[in-house]
C-alpha cells in the first residue's frame, strides 16, 4: 500500500476502546501504534486493532474527515466500523502484505 492519506480507527477489542487517527502512510502509522513506539492514548488504552479505515486524495479532506468522526457519539462510530467490518476484524494483515 503506497503512502495515501487515510483515516483510521484501532480498538483495544471488540466494542473496547476506539482510537481515530489521520495519516499520510497507514501502513507505517499503524505499525508504530502496534509496537507501541511513541506514549500515548493507543499506547496506554492498548488500541492496536485495525478495525477501519478510509482513504482520501487530499490530506486537507483526510484531516476534516477525522476530526468530524471525532465529534461523533460512540453509537455512530460503532455503526460506521460495522457496515464495513462487523465482526471487527483487525484489518492490519490486509493492508500490511
Not at 71 to 85: D, F, T, Y
Request: aromatic share 12%.
Amino acid at each position: 500500500m503506497e503512502k495515501q492519506p487515510a483515516v483510521y480507527i484501532l480498538a483495544s477489542q471488540r466494542n473496547g476502546t476506539l482510537y481515530i487517527g489521520v495519516t499520510s502512510n497507514l501502513v507505517k502509522r499503524i505499525w508504530e501504534h502496534r509496537s507501541d513506539l511513541t506514549d500515548g492514548f493507543t499506547k496506554q488504552y492498548r488500541c492496536h486493532i485495525l478495525i477501519y479505515f478510509e482513504q482520501h486524495v487530499e490530506m486537507a479532506e483526510a484531516i476534516r474527515r477525522e476530526k468530524q468522526m471525532k465529534k461523533w457519539n460512540r453509537a455512530w462510530k460503532i455503526e460506521l466500523i460495522e457496515k464495513q467490518n462487523p465482526d471487527w476484524r483487525d484489518l492490519w494483515p490486509e493492508i500490511s502484505r
